[in-house]
């Protein structure tokens, strides 16, 4: 079992003004925020679909395995996670949904950003059930579908290994958080410098592991990124996942960070 919970902790997805009169409503103005955002940062045309992402063999096997994870001991990590929040949250990378039945009720609403197609969908099926309101909307990470300073807090988890730009992904989501807002992270990342398991990971990483697991990086140094887009670590926890695991997905942080106020001008 210890090796399929392995493969199990990489198998994670990749993840506005107030809420509208109807959810469809809300839906179609965060794909419209979300074209208009991608087309700025990148100068593509805009009839080009911004969350054209698919993944059907790994969404189909993350869909079964998400349920065994949490039984592992993720579901506690989410938990954990989201516990405290409070206002407007926009989840990036949200998957099939598993973190919706954590979000405590002092939680107004949630929009939940989701790339892949089969993900997003089963994420759209768990929204009902959720504890808060939940709006599940298609997007992508480097152009999230929201405006500027929207949000309480953001949260990522098992994301940000995947996210083909992690700068960007990480700019985006200071852009949308209030100063103050915080960044509620939990992610895999690069194991300790010179380590045999560090070296295995940057082989891992220019071959095979991203192929098979829709983009997935192990060797990423993610709180570094994270403090460097400039948001301040308040909390931070490292361990592996599982325990004894000695995978390349197992060294693990979670933590959170707070996104600064603006400085005064002169």
Known sequence: MTTIFMVEHVLSALGCQPLPTSKTETVQRCRTIAQEQFNEDHLIPSEVDVAAVSHPVFARVYERLSVAMDRAGTAEFRRD?????????????????????????????????????????????????????????DGLAEALPAGDGEFDAAVVALVLCTVPDQASALAEASRVLRPGGQLRFFEHVAAERHSGLHRAQRLLDATLWPKLFAGCHTNRDTVAAISAEGFVIEELRRFRFPATSNSPSAPCVHGRAIRPAAAPQP
Do not use: C, D, K
Not at 109 to 132: C, F, G, K, T, Y
């Open 81 to 137: 996670l989201v516990a405290g929040l409070s206002g407007r949250v926009i989840e990036i990378g949200a998957g099939n949904g598993r973190m919706f039945a954590h979000y405590p009720p002092a939680v107004t609403e949630v929009v939940a950003v989701e790339p892949e197609r089969r993900l997003r969908a089963a994420a759209e099926r768990a929204a009902p059930s959720a504890p808060v309101p939940v709006t599940v909307v």
